[in-house]
């Protein structure tokens, strides 16, 4: 929906612009006061917006962000839509509809202006579990809003985070700040990345992720697992200052280390065919079931990998020839133009087809060989499947049993279309 699709842009637009460390992290956070006032770098007067834009164009943005004398904070207003929310749904009057590029020109004005007021303080400290989030939502917005920017910001992130935050050979640590990484790392910070990871290869494509997945959540499987419940502690048993080792079950503002490790694991499971993952999921979801039916709102992330592992999974591996063709014209947007014709046939597919899933993609030279480095822990999924005739072929699986790959340009593109009439 084009709303929700604006939404996510101005989101991640602001990471980028205002909360982006050089070498490629993201900043925790902002204050909420500038010059001794809550709020006071993001709150508008009437009088403010119609000296920027004008009477005419003011009084219409000022009706249509709620901008009035009395204000919605301390007497004056923090822009919003909120009257035109209806049962969820963002339903604006025709009327209003009309000028959104009239009032999307007038927000970028006033954006301009208030640059220049005195900003709130950042803390600028990286946070690992957080940037690894950050990390998952831009690699599928660069995917699913067609924007090359996301995807390279997600991977000069996760870069960053796996140079920055080493901490040996098996551990990592929690933040970083002026140049060094500090305090040992916990379970969430461990999950979140492994899962940004396996969402990096699945978007991208490029193998290498898996091998770093695989080595994170081994590790989670060998320091934070309870061998009595199957549960995740919250830190590693040489963590320094901890008296108890607690079992982190429940969400915070954040996923809880154990749903986001058993949602990573039954995704790499079904990716490498390795049981050991699905069983390791299955076993961390069983001692939260109780807490699911006693308080769901606390176990929500818990409640989605349960859905996940209940779920049939279906597997599609794409294979592409680095000489191969882009999907037909408009299918992928600018990837296609760019020739980055693997990257255009996952974007293809990804805005289709349903969950829960996993993607692989292999790219291959004139003779068929893959074009780039390649995971042993990706070999069974692989395995048998081929450019067939030297074009983009893709395979529909369950289980790792296929049906009868399609391969063409158009046969593709059709076959994708045609998959997501059967599941809207």
């Not at 009057?93 to 009032?103: F, G, N, R, T, V």
């Not at 697992?225 to 901890?242: I, K, L, M, N, W």
């Not at 499947?385 to 593109?413: I, K, M, N, S, W």
Request: with cysteine; proline share 7%; hydrophobic share 40%.
């Amino acid at each position: 929906r084009p709303f929700y699709a604006q939404v996510a842009r101005e989101t991640l637009d602001y990471l980028l612009r205002d909360m982006r460390h050089p070498g490629g992290g993201f900043f925790a956070s902002e204050d909420a006061d500038s010059e001794g006032r809550e709020g006071k770098y993001y709150l508008w007067e009437p009088a403010e917006v119609l000296e920027i834009l004008g009477p005419a164009l003011g009084e219409r943005f000022c009706r249509a962000y709620g901008v009035n004398r009395p204000g919605n904070f301390q007497g004056k207003s923090i822009l919003n839509r909120l009257r035109y929310l209806e049962d969820g749904r963002f339903t604006p009057p025709p009327d209003e509809a009309e000028h959104d590029d009239e009032l999307n020109q007038a927000r970028r004005r006033l954006l301009a202006a208030r640059s220049l007021r005195p900003r709130p303080r950042r803390d600028e400290k990286i946070l690992l579990g957080w940037n690894a989030l950050a990390v998952e939502s831009l690699c599928w917005a660069g995917v699913v809003l067609e924007d090359d920017r996301y995807a390279d910001a997600a991977t000069a992130c996760a870069e960053f985070l796996l140079s920055a935050f080493a901490a040996g050979e098996d551990r990592l640590c929690r933040t970083w700040s002026e140049g060094s990484a500090r305090f040992p790392a916990v379970l969430e910070d461990y999950a979140a990345l492994s899962a940004a990871l396996i969402s990096l290869f699945e978007t991208q494509g490029d193998e290498r992720r898996i091998d770093q997945a695989v080595r994170w959540l081994d590790v989670i499987l060998s320091a934070f697992r309870d061998p009595a419940t199957g549960a995740f502690f919250q830190t590693a048993p040489e963590h320094p200052h901890v008296l108890v080792r607690r079992l982190d079950f429940f969400d915070n503002p954040t996923p809880s280390g154990t749903a986001l490790t058993a949602e990573a694991l039954l995704r790499l499971g079904h990716l490498t065919g390795e049981a050991r993952y699905l069983e390791a999921a299955d076993q961390a979801l069983q001692p939260l079931s109780g807490w699911m039916r006693q308080s769901p709102l606390g176990l929500g992330h818990a409640l989605y990998a349960r859905q996940l592992r209940d779920l049939p999974w279906t597997e599609w591996v794409l294979v592409v020839p680095e000489s191969g063709g882009a999907p037909p014209a408009g299918a992928a947007g600018d990837a296609a133009n760019r020739n980055h014709t693997a990257e255009a046939w996952l974007r293809r597919l990804h805005r289709h087809y349903p969950a829960p899933s996993v993607t692989a993609l292999r790219r291959v030279d004139e003779q068929g060989r893959p074009a780039g480095p390649v995971s042993p822990h990706l070999e069974p999924i692989f395995a048998g499947r081929t450019a067939r005739q030297g074009e983009v072929t893709l395979y529909h699986c369950r289980g790792f049993q296929c049906d009868e790959p399609v391969h063409g340009e158009q046969a593709v593109a059709a076959a994708v279309d045609r998959w997501a009439e059967k599941n809207p």
